[in-house]
């Protein structure tokens, strides 16, 4: 498996561990469930290295309606937001 030392622009990122994988999986689960309800749905709130992901998982399910807010615009941890 060939890894980029550029993987957020490439949209893939390979999880470190089972707690990386498991965040992917809850986004790209949330992705899912936004579009079949037709719902927001959101996450709590991620560190840097977890938005990189979950922006990983959103470019691996096809999604382009999400986006982070943290309260003020240099908030350092995030939550995703995922519109239908």
């Known amino acids: ?14 999880p470190k561990d089972d707690h990386e994988r498991l965040v992917m999986r ?3 689960e949330l992705a899912r ?6 719902r927001v ?3 709590s709130f991620l560190s840097d290295r ?4 979950c922006v990983a998982a959103m470019n691996r399910t096809g999604c382009s309606c999400y986006g982070f807010e943290g ?3 240099q908030a350092e941890r995030k939550l ?3 519109r239908p």
């Open 1 to 14: 498996m060939a890894y980029s030392s550029e993987p957020a622009s490439r949209g893939f990122i390979p």
């Open 26 to 28: 809850r986004a790209e």
């Open 33 to 38: 469930a936004a579009e079949g309800s037709g």
């Open 41 to 43: 749905r959101w996450t």
């Open 50 to 53: 977890e938005q990189d992901l």
């Open 71 to 73: 309260g003020f615009e």
């Open 80 to 82: 995703l937001c995922i």
